[in-house]
Nanobody
Framework: VQLQASGGGLVQAGGSLRLSCAAS????????MGWFRQAPGKEREFVSS????????YYADSVKGRFTISRDKANYAVYLQMNSLKAEDTAVYYC?????????????????WGQGTQVTVSS
């Protein structure tokens, strides 16, 4: 599975961005798609995930109520709508995919990763 993330950019605090992730290569009908982020000097952390088949969503506490994850099964795409952005949301955002199994927020549990897209929020 190849993943291509896009949609990052520079935005003022309080603004919005929509990230996209397109999957190609091996098709899948189940599993999980997730968004993670990594700020300078920090470890990569979970942001949000969605179960591919049922669409159940999960969010880190830090983004709950501000970010919304969604997926387009027909086009093998996942999106992250980010509203009310804060300076602390500044990071490189990665999309990732893992196969069927229990819900997990661990970086190590995701097998496939996109290249990342930079999100910078100015205060």
């Amino acid at each position: 599975v190849q993943l291509q993330a896009s949609g990052g950019g520079l935005v003022q605090a309080g603004g919005s961005l929509r990230l996209s992730c397109a999957a190609s290569g091996r098709t899948f009908s189940s599993g999980h798609m997730g968004w993670f982020r990594q700020a300078p000097g920090k470890e990569r952390e979970f942001v949000s995930s969605i179960t591919w088949s049922g669409g159940t969503t999960y969010y880190a506490d830090s983004v709950k109520g501000r970010f919304t994850i969604s997926r387009d099964k027909a086009n093998y795409a996942v999106y992250l709508q980010m509203n009310s952005l804060k300076a602390e949301d500044t990071a490189v955002y990665y999309c990732a995919q893992r196969g069927p199994g229990r819900v997990t927020f661990l970086v190590s549990e995701y097998a496939y990763w996109g290249q990342g897209t930079q999100v910078t929020v100015s205060s």
